[in-house]
């Protein structure tokens, strides 16, 4: 006979005895909760990429900006303190005869001597005054018109005044010395920044007589007739002179902009 078996299980708890909440469908409000979380944590991300593209476009802005300067340094008027002083070394400390041949002779002149005689000094006292001036005024002729046109017009300047020296004094005298060079450069870097504001005239005349009288009385030995040393005003006035006819000519000529189309002549006084 069959044996019937009853399995006894304990009654379920209370905790189960009622059906499981189900969770609630996902509402408007929370969804947009959610993605406003998701578009922040987005929006942080791009920021992040963002800003670290700005900060190396930062950096790169400021080696460019450090950069900048270092294209723009006076490089020219070093090279022709370097010359001037380089030439006096070999003249009177080593003492090399091949130096006295770019003094300008005024009796059987060379023609490179014209250019030549402005590297040359007769001492250091000379040299030194020459070198101050020509630094001042260099400086400020590279800066606003650049390399080219500082060597141009130390160049012209001083040969032209030398030149001019040599057609007025007499046979017996030699030119040496950057006193031309200098009343040149100053004309011009006074010249290029020149405007009829009071304040600019004020400043030009006081600088202008200062430097007159200092160079005056510091540039000696700028020309040697017969056995004495004298000062070349000549060449002084020649310079300064040249300089501004220069700065004449240069504002004469005229500039193309970039489209091809001519400017007006280039204004020296703004």
Request: proline fraction near 4%.
């Amino acid at each position: 006979m069959a044996q019937q078996l009853l399995l006894l299980l304990p009654a379920p708890s209370r905790a189960f005895s009622k059906p499981l909440p189900s969770s609630p469908p996902p509402t408007l409000s929370s969804l947009s909760r959610r993605h406003r979380v998701s578009v922040s944590a987005a929006a942080r991300r791009d920021l992040l990429r963002c800003g670290m593209k700005r900060s190396g476009l930062v950096v790169e802005l400021e080696i460019a900006k450090d950069k900048e300067p270092q294209s723009r340094r006076a490089n020219g008027i070093f090279w022709i303190l370097l010359l001037n002083f380089s030439v006096y070394v070999a003249d009177h400390l080593f003492q090399i005869r091949q130096i006295k041949a770019l003094y300008l002779y005024h009796a059987c002149p060379t023609w490179y001597q014209f250019v030549t005689s402005t590297f040359c000094h007769a001492n250091w006292n000379h040299l030194s005054s020459n070198l101050f001036f020509v630094y001042i005024f260099g400086k400020l002729v590279e800066e606003d018109e650049g390399n080219f046109a500082l060597w141009m017009s130390y160049i012209l300047t001083g040969a032209g005044a030398n030149l001019i020296s040599w057609l007025v004094l007499p046979t017996s005298s030699v030119s040496l010395g950057a006193s031309g060079a200098v009343f040149g450069l100053f004309t011009i870097s006074v010249l290029v920044k020149m405007s009829w504001d009071w304040r600019k005239i004020l400043e030009v005349l006081i600088l202008g007589q200062f430097v007159v009288e200092k160079v005056m009385e510091a540039a000696r030995a700028t020309t040697i007739t017969g056995q004495s040393f004298q000062v070349n005003n000549i060449a002084h006035v020649s310079g300064a002179l040249i300089g501004a006819a220069l700065v004449f000519l240069v504002s004469r000529i005229p500039f193309s902009s970039n489209d091809g189309s001519p400017k007006t002549t280039k204004e020296t006084n703004k």
